[in-house]
């Protein structure tokens, strides 16, 4: 992009810079010819007026009086008066200027001097034009540098933007390019971002709740149905054997199927080195930290690995990071860490502020709940973007405030392209 920008202004700087060059060019060297030979018809006419004075006075010609108007290297000639030409001057040689003026009794005054002297001052002004235009097309490239930088840097970042919201960061970024129809497009990206973390969060909400209320209604009709088994009646209890088998079996397909969603919204998890990944989130954050004479910390273990979406865990982490920023106080620090049960890793936030009140702690992830005035829909959303990937985010600790990611650590199934052996086993 910012090569065709810069190809666009030099075109068009070019094309200017020589429809305007030429033309310049040209009545510039036709300019400088008609000045030098003005200039040699006006001496021409002073000498032929004196000399049609000396003819009125029936003296005879003196070239004495007008050897000044004659041009240095220049050739005066006078014809048809005398019995011979008249000359005075040196040669101009053979590449001349001449001017002619009548004089009295069908006489002629020719003065000539070299051409060389005018080329070479049509010469200048040629390349003094070519001069110009190419400090044009020079102060064109640097402006086109310029604008193509300022053009393309923008268009770059929308492009990751537009890319880091199809991955699931719904992030709204305040940068701004001071080019309006960027701007506009940064609203719309910061407006599509809110409204698919809503629709995410209510998907995540729906999706928790119908899984709920059917489990809890199928427990229910089980442990009826468990009961209507031990019946007196043996009809009773063939049926309602048969009802608990279909209850059992309608209780395995709402497993697979939960199973099936939850695969499907981690397609895009995949094995992530933790230390990295976290280095790199805090490296963005920091600036903005600094700015409220904060600091940011990270710790974690080296080639700690978590099955994670690197999008989601920015978003979840991104969150985290904010609410210590508007929310918290003190040194931030990001930890990362192995868990407490195998097979996990937990990335913990924590800052040095008051907590978070009692009041609100078991409501902290609701949507619509906030403590210092915000949408209350940032928490929500990292929680439903982190058990999209299967993860757990949870309040450790309220005061002060530590929020904890839990993430599953990698198998090798998880790793694509690689032939894992098979475990051996005993014969």
Known sequence: MRRRILLAILLAVAVTGTALGIPLGVTGWLLVGNLQREELAASAQRIAAIL???LADDRPLNLDPVRVAVPRDGLLTVHGVATSELVYGSYPGSDVVVETVPIAKDGMVELAIPAGPMRARQTQVAMAVVLLVVLSVGSGTVVATVTARRLARPLRHVADRAARLGGGDFRADPRRYGVGELDMVADALD????????????????VGDVSHQLRSRLTALQLRLETLTAHDDPEVREDARAALEQADRLATVLDELLAAARAASEVGAEPVELSALLSQIVEEWRPQFRAYGRTLRVRGADALMARATPARLRE???????????????????????GDSEGTVVVEVADGGQGVPEELAAHVFDRGVSGGGSTGVGLALARALAEADGGRLELSVKKPATFS??????????????????ERMPR
């Open 52 to 54: 049609d004075d000396q």
């Open 191 to 206: 407006a599509s971002g809110s409204a698919l973390a809503q629709l995410v969060q209510r998907e995540r909400q729906l």
């Open 316 to 338: 979840v982490v991104g969150v985290l990071l904010d609410n210590a920023l508007r929310h918290g106080g003190g040194t931030v620090t990001v930890t990362a860490r192995r």
């Open 405 to 422: 990611l839990f993430l599953r650590v990698p198998t090798p199934a998880d790793v694509g392209g690689v032939s894992w052996p098979p």
